[in-house]
């Protein structure tokens, strides 16, 4: 009735329970773990619209968040994925479904705890795709995501942060506040050049069609890497069709995202050399592989159909969390 893969396993009470991933996931229980698990049934009470029942749930993790239950792991169809829902009665009633992940499975495996401040804390194994194979040949692949300090909104959505310690990487401050982009236009941001960087920006526009930021840009503009806001389709996106010179899949990750009446559009941009993970409002994240050349380091905020007001714009160069 189910395949086992990736189980999650877990003490409540006086009985171990564990979640065997797969087609059909399932959930076994054991009193002892000595005398053989016992299968209990379907994982989930019922399903979500748009999402299959029998979809695969691997690296499955549970856990309580905010008094609600948190059901995370990933299909290999969707990627990185979560319910909120409640655990009861030996099944997982889900409420609500998001993904984490949406043009491939580079956002995947995923993995949290809970850390001595009491923040639930992910991470996700960011897994290059295209050069699959040749790590296969060096031994290793890909690379860790950013951790993720995950909490639970007044309105029951997931809330995504950056944990604070990450400030202590940065130096070379800068800033500017109260530019503005003319429709159509490109605000080049001089005296920043670097692949290493943290930008936070605040932007808003009432009539803009895309609005954003450029970053690893070639000095002549045809490498570049695109995060923008597309208000009329509600999605933020990672545009990397243009992210460099190899003759290599280059593709657009975007998720679904809104900004509310008058909710300034808050940015926070991390750029590791091959990296790029871009974090919006608290709601929404994403990541994407870029491979550009040496050279291309320039940053360019961008406005298409419509101005757009860059409230403030701070930047930090990043360093090695690990120097050594």
């Excluded at 920043?192 to 954003?212: C, K, T, W």
């Amino acid at each position: 009735t189910y395949r086992s893969w990736d189980p999650f396993g877990w003490l409540e009470d006086d009985t171990y329970y564990a979640i065997f991933g797969g087609k059909n996931p399932g959930i076994a229980k054991s009193q002892t773990l000595k005398g053989g698990w016992h299968y209990t049934g379907d994982l989930f009470a019922h399903g979500v619209e748009g999402i299959a029942l029998d979809e695969d749930l691997s690296c499955a993790d549970l856990f309580k968040l905010d008094n609600r239950d948190i059901l995370m792991g990933i299909s290999h169809k969707l990627g990185c994925r979560y319910y909120i829902g409640e655990w009861k009665d030996e099944q997982f009633y889900p409420q609500s479904h998001a993904q984490m992940s949406w043009k491939d499975n580079s956002f995947f495996a995923p993995e949290s705890l809970v850390d001595d401040k009491g923040r639930r804390i992910m991470w996700a194994w960011l897994m290059d795709v295209v050069h699959w194979r040749q790590g296969w040949e060096r031994g290793w692949t890909g690379t860790m995501s950013l951790p993720r300090v995950l909490s639970i909104s007044d309105n029951g959505t997931m809330l995504i942060d950056i944990p604070e310690e990450i400030e202590a990487l940065r130096y070379r401050p800068f800033s500017r506040n109260n530019l503005k982009i003319e429709a159509n236009k490109e605000l080049s941001i001089e005296g920043i050049r670097s692949n290493s960087i943290e930008l936070s920006i605040e932007m808003e526009s009432e009539e803009a069609r895309e609005y954003g930021v450029k970053v690893c840009m070639s000095p002549d503009g045809k490498e570049k890497t695109i995060i923008s806001y597309d208000p009329l389709r509600k999605v933020i996106r990672i545009d990397a069709s243009q992210s460099g010179p190899r003759e290599e899949p280059k593709n657009v990750e975007e998720g679904p995202f809104s900004l509310d009446k008058n909710e300034p559009l808050k940015l926070r941009v991390f750029v590791d050399k091959s990296v790029v993970e871009v974090f919006v409002n608290r709601r929404q994240a994403l990541m994407r592989f870029i491979y550009p050349s040496s050279n291309s380091l320039g940053i360019r905020l961008f406005s298409e159909g419509s101005s757009t007001k860059v409230n403030r714009f701070n930047s930090w160069h990043i360093s090695p969390s690990n120097p050594f």
